[in-house]
């Protein structure tokens, strides 16, 4: 069962058991290529027609969200259409956009980081009014989630932006897929050497439990880039084994 849920990739279905942090890479994958069908056999670079296939996703979004909540395409289809709306805007703004310019008065703009900020609150008390998880496809009231959503990418794309100049989080950046790949088992060691973190971790609303989820997220990091840099070492010297022989 575990191995048919890892290749038939829906993580609302409850597959993808033991790299489930990794469900977003095939519907990702789902997305890239509807979005590349729709662009190459519909749209040809019309503005127009990018709108219109907005609406589209947007409307099936949420017809099988809303309606037939119970449907579990593989590489969660499901879920790629809905995330359509946000590739197609992103290639809607690239045309109206010199993004350069753009960056280059966002970094120059003190009050940017703050504007991000406020987005990035105003996105999660939004949240609390309107619960979202992209993940389990519950939307709630969709025309909040789709606001929400806007803020929200605003905030970060702006956040994105400023953590160009941090040597710190461009080296988490490059080495995310590691630490998503191997996290689970550094979360498994602290349940079962350290019991009581398994529990305060699923409080996450409460002090103790953002505080220790906090703890543990900083030492899986650390962790998996310890474990990154070792595999790596061990790559080296295989691969100059194999020279030498």
């Given at each position: ?16 058991k ?10 990702l ?33 949420y ?8 449907i579990?395409?593989p ?8 995330m ?9 703004l ?7 310019t ?45 606001l ?41 060691f ?19 439990g ?36």
């Amino acid at each position: 069962y575990n191995l048919t849920g890892m290749i038939y990739a829906n993580a609302r279905k409850g597959g993808m058991k033991w790299n489930r942090p990794l469900w977003f890479l095939p519907c990702l994958f789902a997305c890239t290529l509807l979005t590349l069908f729709i662009e190459k056999v519909f749209i040809h670079e019309k503005q127009s027609r990018r709108i219109a296939s907005m609406i589209f996703s947007a409307f099936s979004g949420y017809v099988l969200a809303s309606f037939y909540p119970g449907i579990f395409f593989p590489f969660q289809i499901e879920t790629a259409i809905n995330m359509m709306v946000w590739m197609e805007l992103g290639l809607f703004l690239k045309n109206f956009t010199d993004f350069h310019t753009l960056e280059h008065r966002i970094l120059q703009d003190k009050n940017s980081i703050m504007a991000a900020s406020l987005l990035v609150v105003v996105g999660f008390l939004l949240a609390q009014l309107n619960p979202i998880s992209v993940l389990g496809g519950l939307y709630g009231n969709y025309i909040m989630y789709l606001l929400n959503a806007i803020v929200v990418i605003a905030g970060i794309a702006i956040f994105s932006i400023w953590a160009r100049n941090s040597n710190t989080l461009n080296y988490l950046g490059r080495h995310t897929l590691y630490v998503l790949l191997l996290h689970k088992f550094v979360i498994l060691f602290f349940s079962r050497v350290f019991p009581f973190t398994k529990e305060l971790m699923q409080q996450p609303g409460k002090f103790k439990g953002v505080l220790c989820c906090l703890i543990v997220t900083v030492i899986s990091i650390e962790s998996c880039l310890l474990l990154e840099k070792a595999i790596g070492l061990l790559k080296q010297k295989v691969s100059m084994g194999n020279i030498s022989s």
